[in-house]
């Protein structure tokens, strides 16, 4: 939950709420990369259009033992071309 407000959409969050909800995220993923965690996704549904299953403003994290394909894939382009260039 983003704020102990009840807020249904981030622009209703003051910027100090979205200081702690981001440093407060921010820390779990550091906890999940710290236990083994290979990928951590951020994401938040707002509206049941979007599937959100609570009113209230909140935010999900999902940890992964592995790297999507797509992150993958971009990081051995990055890797290749850093090889190559030096850049």
């Known amino acids: ?5 009840h807020a249904t959409l981030g622009a209703q969050l003051t ?3 979205w200081t702690r909800t981001f440093a407060m995220l ?5 906890a999940f ?3 083994g965690w290979h990928w ?3 994401f938040q549904n707002v509206g049941a259009a979007a599937g959100a ?4 403003l909140h935010a999900q994290l999902v940890a992964l033992s ?4 797509m992150p993958r894939r971009e990081l051995a382009a990055g890797m290749s071309h ?3 260039s030096g850049q």
């Open 82 to 84: 850093f090889e190559q």
């Open 26 to 30: 921010q820390q779990r993923a550091r």
């Open 66 to 69: 592995e790297l999507p394909d």
């Open 40 to 42: 951590v996704a951020l």
């Open 15 to 17: 910027a100090a709420e």
């Open 33 to 35: 990369r710290d236990a």
């Open 1 to 5: 939950v983003s704020t102990a407000r």
């Open 53 to 56: 299953s609570l009113a209230h």
